[in-house]
T-cell receptor, first 111, second 112 residues
Framework: ELKVEQNPLFLSMQEGKNYTIYCNYSTTSDRLYWYRQDPGKSLESLFV?????AVKQEGRLMASLDTKARLSTLHITAAVHDLSATYFC???????????FGKGTLLTVNP | NAGVTQTPKFQVLKTGQSMTLQCAQD?????MSWYRQDPGMGLRLIHYSVGAGITDQGEVPNGYNVSRSTTEDFPLRLLSAAPSQTSVYFCASLSPVGGEQYFGPGTRLTVT
């Protein structure tokens, strides 16, 4: 059974600082997703990582995937208040389309 | 292009009532799924479908039924609502190109 672990679950940081959210998963996977969710809203897709060594960047967020270590990271550079949200990683296990989600990281960026 | 739509946005049910949550997508995606989101639990897969006429169970299927008669629609039925089904429900469809998964706006369900 595929398990996905995110850490930290809660992250409070100051504007301008850098930090990384980690997503570990337990079995082989060929696809990893990062989503953002604002309170009371749906999930917004940030990145889809398809291969080992994949790195994608959008603004102050950069995601990477190491399939050998079964680890993805979401790096936040020079955080701003607008990045405050809950971030989820989700992993596709095997050849089916089922996604398993991590529990999410609640990020709060303080002025 | 509406993407993934869900109705209703909010619903309150009494224990034992039944209802159907509607989900539709206009992107011609074969794969669709239903998730529930509870505080501190992330999203958990309820049921999914890989095409019209084909459905399968996810992680938490008990108390829910699905059917897929068309590519566009994937309704979720609660047969006899229970307070444990109080949750936010999201429907999603998956693009075969690039693997992007699109989520609907969600249905917030309360069972009293």
């Amino acid at each position: 059974e595929l398990k996905v672990e995110q850490n930290p679950l809660f992250l409070s940081m100051q504007e301008g600082k850098n930090y990384t959210i980690y997503c570990n998963y337990s079995t082989t996977s060929d696809r990893l997703y990062w989503y953002r969710q604002d309170p009371g809203k749906s999930l917004e897709s940030l990145f889809v990582l398809l291969s080992n060594g994949a790195v994608k960047q959008e603004g102050r967020l950069m995601a990477s995937l190491d399939t050998k270590a079964r680890l993805s990271t979401l790096h936040i550079t020079a955080a701003v208040h607008d990045l405050s949200a809950t971030y989820f990683c989700a992993v596709r296990g095997g050849s089916n389309y089922k996604l398993t989600f991590g529990k999410g990281t609640l990020l709060t960026v303080n002025p | 292009n509406a993407g993934v739509t869900q109705t209703p946005k909010f619903q309150v049910l009494k224990t034992g009532q039944s209802m159907t949550l509607q989900c539709a997508q206009d992107m011609n995606h074969e794969y669709m799924s239903w998730y529930r989101q509870d505080p501190g639990m992330g999203l958990r897969l309820i049921h999914y479908s890989v095409g019209a006429g084909i459905t399968d169970q996810g992680e938490v299927p008990n108390g829910y039924n699905v059917s897929r008669s068309t590519t566009e629609d994937f309704p979720l039925r609660l047969l006899s609502a229970a307070p444990s089904q109080t949750s936010v429900y999201f429907c999603a469809s998956l693009s075969p190109v690039g693997g992007e998964q699109y989520f609907g706006p969600g249905t917030r369900l309360t069972v009293t």
